[in-house]
């Protein structure tokens, strides 16, 4: 089983729809979450970053953990055709190397 | 405050070649690690380093690739001998010395092997 699952889609949405993305684990360790957009031939651009179990939302963005299920998950209201990248999630343990272990990655269009 | 820079973003070698790629983290940033990332697959660490150590390199091939980040300079990921299964993209990321925090991407290097 891989420490990191990820759907990679593609997801194919119209312009306005909420969309949901979301990442499962199994090294309960992990203490640390992130998502990243990586726009085509671009390096990754951190979104949002949480610790804590719960809801954390910045502007259209909301990202949700859940330790207990070992499930994250981004939501983005009021999808752009400028938020159409793929987007990866990503993991790390504190008192362990740092590294990030990530998703394979989601591809998002959003049609206008 | 300029983000991570990597340079070449784009390297060509043809087989048996040496490939040298450059990353210089952001200001105030003291650690560096380096990321592969082959067509359909995700990001796959390689090494973490921090001034003239490495820390933790259990994701680098065991032979041809290696990484320093001297003193002064950028950090270099060097691989020796390049086979076509070395093509891919090359991401560095670069964090402040203070727990806890995430890590920021340059924009890669896209190494291709003919």
């Known amino acids: 089983q891989k420490e990191v699952e990820q759907d990679p889609g593609p997801l194919s949405v119209p312009e306005g729809a909420i969309v949901s993305l979301n990442c499962t684990y199994s090294?309960?360790?992990?203490?640390?979450f992130m998502w990243y957009r990586q726009y085509s031939r671009k390096g990754p651009e951190l979104l949002m970053y949480t610790y804590s179990s719960g809801n954390k939302e910045d502007g259209r963005f909301t990202a949700q953990v859940d330790k207990s299920s070992k499930y994250i998950s981004l939501f983005i209201r009021d999808s752009q055709p400028s938020d159409s990248a793929t987007y990866l999630c990503a993991m790390w343990t504190q008192g362990g190397s740092e590294k990030l272990v990530f998703g394979k990655g989601t591809k998002l269009t959003v049609n206008p | 405050n300029a983000g991570v820079m990597q340079n070449p973003r784009h390297l060509v070698r043809r087989r048996g070649q040496e490939a040298r790629l450059r990353c210089s983290p952001m200001k105030g940033h003291s650690h560096v690690y380096w990321y592969r990332q082959l067509p359909e697959e995700g990001l796959k660490f390689m090494v973490y380093l921090q001034k003239e150590n490495i820390i933790d390199e259990s994701g680098m091939p065991k032979e041809r690739f290696s990484a320093e980040f001297p003193k002064e300079g950028p950090s270099i990921l060097r691989i020796q001998q390049v086979v076509r299964g070395d093509s891919a993209a090359y991401f560095c990321?670069?964090?402040?010395?203070?727990?806890?925090?995430?890590?920021?991407f340059g924009p890669g290097t896209r190494l291709l092997v003919l």
């Open positions: 990321a670069s964090s402040p010395p203070v727990i806890g925090q995430t890590q920021y």
């Open positions: 090294n309960s360790a992990f203490q640390y």
